[in-house]
């Protein structure tokens, strides 16, 4: 891919994104178990990887006592976060066993796992968080699934990624980018209501597009 002019290279960005991440990641596991232990042991308490804005958007939207699950859920500063302000039912999920680790350390439930599958029960969770996530996700069709499985019925989920950016040629490890038009419609695929905003938070200077969904409820 080096010798193939940038103009070229963005086409297929754009509109092969998949095999375009095929391509620049050939040899190179960028969403491996081994990537995220490193990636994550050196970047555990960096700023960068907080979000003080979406933390506390999530925290107004949710109650104590639900149970939440975080996937994907890295460094799980959202997680800390929560539980420092009374949350009593936290759970990670994560492909790296040093957050898995380190995570369960703090007295938060984790769980170990390889996305897009959630090894967790049909209609467990209160609350499914995707944080930064979807975006890595190859099988994203599949990984939405298994969120709208594991929710509750009547749960919601709250999934962030960059806003129109960081895309496949910007993030060797992103998959796809979303707009606010794609991202309803592809959620609009499994969740009768889907709600979709741009926001920014403090740390970071692209901007981000939060959805929040909804599992019907049982009549």
Known sequence: MTLIPW???????????????FAVNAGFRAN???HWDARLAETWNDPV?????????????????DTILDVGCGDGHMLRTLKSAGYQHLHGLDISDYAVQRLRGEGIQMHRGDLPRIPLPDDSFDVVVASQVLEHVIRRRLFVKEMRRVLKP???????VPDNC??????????????????RSFLGRFFS?????????VNHAAP????????????
């Open 7 to 21: 103009r070229v290279k963005y086409f297929l960005s754009k509109n092969v994104p998949l095999l375009y991440h």
């Open 32 to 34: 491996s178990p081994e």
């Open 49 to 65: 990887r907080h979000w003080p804005i979406k933390n506390a958007l999530i925290a107004s939207l949710t109650k104590p006592t």
């Open 154 to 160: 009547g749960g919601r989920a709250f999934i962030f």
């Open 166 to 183: 960081l895309g496949p040629i910007d993030e060797k490890e992103h998959v796809i980018s979303y707009d606010a038009k794609s991202l």
């Open 193 to 201: 209501s889907v709600e979709v905003e741009s926001m920014r938070d």
């Open 208 to 219: 981000i597009l939060y959805a929040r969904v909804e599992k019907e409820a049982r009549r």
